[in-house]
């Protein structure tokens, strides 16, 4: 297919503008977690449904912040527990909810 020069390309600004906003609430629900918890799980809940509706995928990055059962913003050693299972090289997250997910994980990626 041939693309004259006069033809323009427009691209959605939408899912630029969505992925922005859903980084934007999931860092306002980590900072709300320790003070006003319900107000942090609403944020983590509206930045889910805000990525459903641009079809953004939620990435490792965020993956990791939050509960899928609860919504609720996961802060290491305050409401989740994480534990390194070295026979499967899966780290198993444990909610305060009691929901648990394994991430895997490499020598290499192991962050803190």
């Known amino acids: ?9 427009r691209l959605d600004p939408m899912p630029v503008i969505a ?11 980590k900072r709300e977690v320790r003070t006003d918890e319900k107000l942090a799980q609403k944020y983590v809940k509206l930045a889910c449904v805000l ?5 953004l995928p939620m990435k490792k990055e965020r993956k990791h912040l939050f509960c ?8 290491i050693g305050y409401n989740v527990k994480v534990r390194l299972d070295s026979k ?5 997250y444990t909610c ?9 994980y490499s020598a290499n990626s192991i962050r803190d």
């Open 1 to 9: 297919m041939i693309f004259m020069a006069s033809e323009k390309i």
């Open 68 to 75: 899928k059962a609860c919504y609720r913003p996961w802060i």
């Open 19 to 29: 992925a922005r906003r859903v980084d934007t609430l999931l860092s306002l629900a």
């Open 96 to 104: 305060a909810c009691g929901k648990k997910r394994a991430f895997p």
């Open 51 to 55: 990525a459903a509706r641009h079809r």
């Open 88 to 92: 499967t090289k899966r780290a198993i």
